[in-house]
Every structure is written in structure tokens, then in C-alpha cells.
């Protein structure tokens, strides 16, 4: 009985113990835990805070690099040159001559088109006319053929016509030659001779005109020479003044001098040009006239004239 007790205390014991043991860990474990948490803590609170600092300095460095391109490109954009206008990309134009040409270089300019203008004008109206006078005789041959006196002829044509001059210059002659002339010259003669000055009167006419082109084209060439005389002329000034011989100070004044020679020429050629062509055209309006007069001197020597 007494041994059993004996266990049962030992018992009680170890379990008393074991339970004071167990308590005893767990009072330890728990300040252990718990420092080891405050030491987690803080790395753990740390991380966020980095990341946000990293985060500020990257937003940070990227607004310096875009302050810093639209620095670049401001400067870049002050520093880049400013696109060239017409006049500044072409100094040595008709243009510059104008604006950088003495009265000299501008008269002699003014002149130049003057007589580029009136030589022209000459040309067309003449072309114009020439052709007018074409097609007169087609029609005057058709109207004046068919009748049978110079006076039915003459009434057959219209008013406004050069070949009708003609004409009435015969029906004149023969009507002066009537009154009394037949014992001092010939029918023949005196109605040639009035015939004559109405196709010269003609001719006279299809001249005017001709005298400008061919000033023009002959005195065009040498304006222009002088324009780049002048020209030369202000290059050395410039070489002068400067003390160098520079393309700055020479391209200006050659340019504008090989412009005058340019257009000097440019003037002569279509007067030359314009002068043959209305000369050989006149020739042929001349040979039709002469022909129509030859026709109204037959109708005159055969006495079909009233």
C-alpha cells in the first residue's frame, strides 16, 4: 500500500515537472519571437520606402532629361538658321540687279525693255497686217476679174482697201490724160507712172515700222555691252575698296553685268529675226500689188475704163 502511494507521488511529480518545464520554454520562446519580429519589421517597412525613393529619383532624373531636350531643342532651334527667302537664295537675280543697281544699271534696264517692248509690238501688228493684205488680194481678184470696166471694178471692191487705191489711181491718171496730155507723153507712160506711186504708196505703208527693229537689232547688243562695262566697272570699285579680291565682293557686280549682256541680246535677236521676216513678207504683199496694178494698166490701154 505504501509503495503504491510512493509511485503515485512520483507521478504526480514528473507531471508537475514536465508541465513546469513546458511553461517555462514558453516564457522563453515568447520574448525570442517577439524580438525577432521587431527586428523583421523594420526590413520589412524598409523595402517600401526604397522602392518609393528609388522611384522619386528615377521621376527626378527623368524630368532633368526632358528639361534638358527641350533645352537642346530650343537651342537647336535658336542656333539653326533661318530658311533663306527667294531673293536672299538667288542674290544675283533681275531682282538683286534692281535692288542693288545704280540709276545707271536701272536706265539702262528701263531701255532695254523699252526696246524689247516696241520691237515686239512692231512685229505683231505687222504680222497682222501683212496678212490682212493676203487675204484683200484673194478677194479682190476674185471681185475685179468678173467685171468688165476699170470703173465697174473699182465699185465691185470695198472702201476700205489698199489694191482699190490702186485702182483709183489709174481711173485718175487716165481722167487727167483725157483733158489734154496725149501730145506731151504716152497713155502708156502716164497711167505707169501714176499706177507706180499707188504701189509705192503701199509699199511706204508696209515699211513703217521696220526702221525699229532694225535699231534695235543693231544697237540692242551694245547696250547691253555697256550695262556690262558698268558692271565690271563697280567689281573693281569693289576689289578696290575691299583690298581683296574676294567672291563676295566680285560675284555681285559680274552677275549683274553678264545679266545686261544677256538680256541686250536676248532684245537684238527676236528684232533681227522679226526684220527679215516682215522684209521677205513685204515682198510678196508688194508682188501681188504689182500684179493687180499690171492688170488695171491693160484695162486702161485697152479703153475699158468707164
Not at 530650343?74 to 544675283?92: C, G, H, L, V
Not at 538680256?263 to 508682188?287: E, Q
Amino acid at each position: 500500500m505504501k509503495t503504491r502511494t510512493n509511485q503515485i507521488s512520483r507521478f504526480i511529480g514528473a507531471v508537475a515537472l514536465a508541465i513546469a518545464l513546458s511553461a517555462g520554454m514558453t516564457f522563453t520562446a515568447a520574448p525570442v519571437a517577439a524580438q525577432q519580429q521587431e527586428e523583421a519589421a523594420p526590413v520589412t517597412a524598409e523595402t517600401p520606402e526604397g522602392e518609393e525613393a528609388e522611384a522619386a529619383a528615377a521621376d527626378a532624373a527623368a524630368a532633368e532629361g526632358a528639361e534638358g531636350e527641350e533645352a537642346a531643342t530650343d537651342m537647336a532651334a535658336e542656333e539653326a538658321p533661318a530658311e533663306p527667302s527667294a531673293a536672299e537664295a538667288n542674290p544675283y537675280g533681275l531682282g538683286a540687279l534692281w535692288e542693288q543697281g545704280d540709276f545707271v544699271s536701272k536706265g539702262t534696264l528701263i531701255i532695254l525693255v523699252l526696246m524689247s517692248m516696241g520691237s515686239w509690238y512692231v512685229l505683231i501688228t505687222k504680222l497682222f497686217e501683212q496678212r490682212r493684205l493676203f487675204d484683200q488680194f484673194n478677194r479682190v481678184i476674185k471681185l475685179f476679174a468678173p467685171t468688165d470696166t476699170l470703173k465697174e471694178g473699182i465699185e465691185a471692191l470695198p472702201q476700205r482697201n489698199s489694191y482699190r487705191a490702186i485702182a483709183e489711181s489709174g481711173e485718175e491718171a487716165y481722167t487727167q490724160f483725157s483733158k489734154g496730155l496725149s501730145s506731151e507723153v504716152t497713155l502708156s507712160d502716164w497711167s505707169t507712172a501714176a499706177l507706180n506711186r499707188g504701189v509705192d504708196a503701199l509699199a511706204a505703208k508696209l515699211q513703217g515700222g521696220l526702221a525699229l527693229l532694225a535699231t534695235v537689232g543693231s544697237t540692242a547688243p551694245f547696250v547691253g555691252l555697256f550695262g556690262t562695262v558698268w558692271g565690271i566697272y563697280h567689281a573693281l570699285v569693289a576689289i578696290g575698296v575691299s583690298g581683296q579680291a574676294s567672291i563676295d565682293k566680285v560675284a555681285g557686280p559680274v552677275g549683274e553685268a553678264l545679266i545686261m549682256t544677256a538680256i541686250g541680246l536676248a532684245v537684238a535677236v527676236p528684232a533681227v529675226l522679226g526684220y527679215n521676216l516682215l522684209t521677205r513678207r513685204n515682198k510678196g504683199v508688194i508682188s501681188r500689188a504689182r500684179r493687180f496694178a499690171t492688170e488695171v494698166h491693160l484695162r486702161i490701154l485697152s479703153g475699158k475704163v468707164a
